[in-house]
């Protein structure tokens, strides 16, 4: 699967007062999958330190082909493993997965 950033990051809603809000534009196609996550996917502390996005991307490219709950899954199952230690960052996970409408 191919991985492209959306570019745009934002605060967690509900939690922050008054989030500065932006607003990105992006074509999606049938097929495509949209994943938003909190930071605790890419601020999880692993043997090598924190996972990131460069890692966390590695992770999706391979989940190409599931659905959206699949994605999910294998995401949240994929940090939980390489998770060290006890600190536990929340992690949320919304995955979108795009088709025609006919």
């Avoid at 605060?11 to 909190?38: C, H, K, N, Q």
């Amino acid at each position: 699967g191919h991985v492209d950033a959306v570019g745009a990051t934002g605060a967690l809603l509900g939690v922050v007062g008054d989030p500065e809000l932006r607003e990105v534009a992006i074509t999606m196609s049938s097929g495509d999958t949209l994943l938003l996550y909190t930071d605790g996917a890419t601020e999880t502390k692993t043997k090598r330190g924190r996972l990131g996005t460069d890692r966390l991307k590695r992770i999706v490219e391979r989940c190409a082909g599931l659905n959206a709950m699949e994605l999910v899954t294998r995401v949240e199952n994929e940090v939980a493993l390489r998770r060290e230690g006890d600190e536990e960052d929340d992690l949320a996970l919304l995955a979108m997965r795009f088709s025609e409408i006919s």
